[in-house]
């Protein structure tokens, strides 16, 4: 029953990926450069489901020459990944030979199973008899490993390249976490709106990873305990579900920095820099007279202009615009109004839709369209901000001016005598 199931989620994720791979590499509107190392990312997976299909429906009984067919390149899971932020969350991101190094796990690995590939078929039948009797008799597990392993030390190289492959695929994962949680922080000196940029899903899938490995270990544990042969289609399952997750969201994903804009970054101007870096950059760039006189041009501009009712409003608009630096923008910004350009050009917005509220309050027009007449681009954000600007959700300031409305409209009685 287990070996059916491995079968068929197998053949459900190799299906599931070569639909998606396609679909990445052809995608019009999103990020080419980034969708080419998640494609490579998904085409590893395929070839893991790829490896497990082989050594479960009995194709390596026929055609042993198959079996583990490129697994050397599973160690280059984690750069792709890697790669696949990197290319996200810089606009200039482009791949250097230091970059390469990132491989060389992956040519570790390849002269650590070149033995395997020489060894003869009918050794290659018997390590892989070995490895599916594994828990499903009384057999020890352990005895059955060791009886293998005496006969060719593959079986330890099996054992150090799953465990050298959870470790690094944690190591880059923990990386991703980080190098999302320094976008997030970033996006918001630069955007007026966040929603579909700051890379939840692949916070997610970078958690998702981190988690597999972990249950990986675990599943090792388990497997030489001899308790494996009901778990054995987990992992083929959890791996389908990824690459279908991938698919799904990924396609989704907008290209957060376009290439021929004008709205990068100070940090962007600064490559290799550190953030305490660019942060004494920033404040070293404008003397005390000039930011005074560029907050008044910068407050006269937004309120004139009523800029903050454009949803995809960056810094780098606004600095060609007023045809400043968008250093100086963000450090003036961050100086008079104490926020970043993100809730500063929220508060505009906020207090528009606070008017629109005052003026539709008896139509009771939607708050999602005021939330999208005001200039943002999801209720959700519209509601985050409106409370932390005043205090209270747009329904909540709605039902106080009603209740004042009511209040002033209804007759004052007279003290009795």
């Given amino acids: 029953m287990g070996f059916s199931l491995v079968v068929v989620f197998a053949s459900v994720g190799i299906a599931l ?6 679909l990445l590499l052809s995608q019009p509107y999103g990020d080419r450069r980034a969708n080419r ?9 395929a070839l893991m489901l790829f490896n497990r299909f082989v050594l479960y429906s009995g194709v390596l009984e026929f055609y042993p020459a198959v079996g583990d067919l490129g697994r050397f390149l599973y160690f280059a899971l984690a750069p792709l990944l890697y790669f696949y932020i990197c290319a996200l969350t810089s606009e200039n991101f482009v791949l250097s030979r230091q970059h390469y190094w990132h491989f060389l796990p992956v040519a570790v690995a390849f002269f650590a199973v070149l033995p395997i590939y020489f060894i003869g078929n009918d050794i290659k039948r018997g390590y892989a008899q070995h490895y599916l009797n594994t828990g499903l008799d009384s057999t020890s597990s352990l005895s059955v490993l060791s009886e293998a392993a005496q006969n060719s030390p593959v079986i330890y190289i099996y054992f150090v390249l799953f465990v050298g492959l959870s470790i690094h695929l944690a190591l880059y994962s923990l990386i991703g976490l980080q190098m999302i949680g320094k976008h997030r922080r970033r996006i918001g000196e630069q955007f007026s709106n966040t929603d579909r940029i700051r890379l939840r899903w692949v916070r997610v899938l970078c958690s998702a990873v981190l988690l597999m490995c ?13 308790y494996s042969a009901e778990l054995r289609s987990m992992p083929i ?3 389908s579900i990824l690459i279908y997750g991938i698919g799904l969201m990924s396609l989704r994903q907008p290209v957060i920095y376009a290439r021929d804009s004008r709205s990068s970054s100070y940090d962007t101007a600064l490559p290799g820099h550190s953030a305490e870096q660019v942060r004494k950059y920033r404040g070293s760039g404008l003397a005390a007279a000039d930011c005074d006189t560029l907050w008044e041009r910068l407050t006269h501009y ?13 810094i780098g608009q606004l600095s060609e615009t007023l045809d400043v630096p968008a250093a100086h923008l963000s450090q ?15 508060g505009y917005r906020v207090r528009h839709a606070k008017g629109l509220i005052r003026d539709q309050l008896s139509s009771r027009t939607k708050l999602l369209t005021i939330a999208l007449d005001a200039g943002f681009n999801s209720q959700s954000t519209f509601y ?12 909540q300031f709605r039902q106080s001016l009603i209740a004042d409305l009511k209040a002033k409209a209804s007759p004052v009685q007279s003290p009795r005598n």
Avoid: R
């Fill in 302 to 314: 937004m309120d004139s202009s009523q800029a903050y009712l454009v949803p995809g409003l960056t």
């Fill in 332 to 346: 003036v910004i961050n100086t008079y109004s104490e926020s970043n350009f993100f809730d500063f050009v929220n």
């Fill in 384 to 395: 985050a901000q409106f409370k932390k600007h005043c205090g209270e959700t747009p329904a």
């Fill in 17 to 22: 990926s070569l639909l998606v791979i396609p």
């Fill in 214 to 226: 972990v249950v990986s270990v675990v599943w090792l544990v388990l497997f030489i305990m001899g």
């Fill in 237 to 239: 399952l959890v791996t």
């Fill in 37 to 45: 190392f998640l494609a490579g990312f998904v085409a590893i997976l």
